[in-house]
C-alpha cells in the first residue's frame, strides 16, 4: 500500500493495514509549472472580489466539501474583522457545500468579507495574491494546495491535520492551529496579517523546503516502491 502522509499511514494502521505492507509517498507538485502558472498575466484579485485596493486578504483554494470545513473560517472571520477592519476572505473553488455555506454566511452577516468566487482555472496566478493562505480542513491527506502557496511564496495557516504538519512545519515554514478551535484560527491568522515579516520569513523557508516535494520525487519513490514490491 501506497501512503501519501504520515497521517494516512497512521489511519491505515488503525484500520489494519500491517506496517510491513505500508511505504510512503508524499504528494507532489510540478514546482516548475506550478511557478509558470502563478507567472501568468490575470486580473487584480481585488477587483474580481469587488474588494478595496487596500484590502488585506486571507485566500484559499480548495473545493466546497464538507471536510475542508470552510465553516470553520467563518466561524473565525468575524474576530479577524475586528481585529483588522480591511481583511477580507476570498474563496476559489466550488461544491456541494456552497449553498449551506452561503446561508451561514449570510446569518454571521459577513456577505461584505466573505467572497465566493467559484472554481478558477487561473487559481494559481490568483493565488500569489493572497496575502495569506489559509487551510481550515479537519480532514487531510496532503494537500496540494499548500505546496502550491508554498512555491508561490505566500503565507500560510493551516489546520494541524492529516498530512499537513508534513507540509507546514510551525512557526517555521507557516503557523498551525487545533483542527477545531476557530478562536485560534482568528488568532493566527491576525498574526499573520499584523507582522508581514513574519509571513515573509515563513515564505521564504517554505520556498526552500517544497523541493522535497517536486514531483520528480514522487515519480521516483513510487517507483522504488513497485521495484521493491517486484
Given at each position: 500500500?501506497l501512503c501519501i502522509s504520515e497521517g494516512v499511514r497512521a489511519a491505515m494502521l488503525a ?128 494537500c496540494t494546495s499548500l505546496l502550491d502557496a508554498q512555491v508561490l511564496g505566500v503565507p ?75
Amino acid at each position: 500500500y501506497l501512503c501519501i502522509s504520515e497521517g494516512v499511514r497512521a489511519a491505515m494502521l488503525a484500520s489494519g493495514v500491517r506496517t510491513e505492507r505500508m511505504r510512503i509517498v508524499p504528494s507532489g507538485v510540478d514546482v516548475d509549472a506550478v511557478r509558470a502558472a502563478g507567472a501568468e498575466p490575470v486580473p487584480s484579485l481585488r477587483e474580481l472580489a469587488g474588494i478595496p485596493a487596500n484590502a488585506e486578504v486571507l485566500g484559499t483554494v480548495a473545493s466546497l466539501a464538507p471536510h475542508k470545513n470552510h465553516v470553520l473560517l467563518l466561524e473565525s472571520a468575524r474576530a479577524v474583522i475586528a481585529a483588522r477592519p480591511r481583511a477580507h476572505f476570498v474563496w476559489l473553488g466550488d461544491g456541494e457545500c456552497r449553498p449551506a455555506l452561503e446561508r451561514r454566511r449570510a446569518e454571521l452577516g459577513l456577505e461584505s468579507r466573505v467572497h465566493l468566487l467559484g472554481f478558477r482555472t487561473d487559481a494559481g496566478a490568483l493565488m500569489r495574491q493572497f496575502d495569506v493562505f489559509v487551510l481550515s480542513s479537519y480532514l487531510e491527506g496532503l494537500c496540494t494546495s499548500l505546496l502550491d502557496a508554498q512555491v508561490l511564496g505566500v503565507p500560510i495557516v493551516a489546520t494541524a491535520v492529516g498530512g499537513v504538519p508534513e507540509v507546514v512545519l510551525d512557526g517555521e515554514t507557516g503557523r498551525l492551529v487545533h483542527g477545531l478551535d476557530a478562536g485560534a484560527l482568528a488568532a493566527a491568522l491576525v498574526e499573520a496579517l499584523a507582522q508581514p515579516e513574519l509571513g515573509r520569513a515563513w515564505a521564504e523557508r517554505a520556498r526552500r523546503s517544497v523541493e522535497a516535494f517536486g514531483i520528480a520525487h514522487t515519480a521516483e519513490r513510487t517507483l522504488a516502491a513497485y521495484a521493491e514490491v517486484l
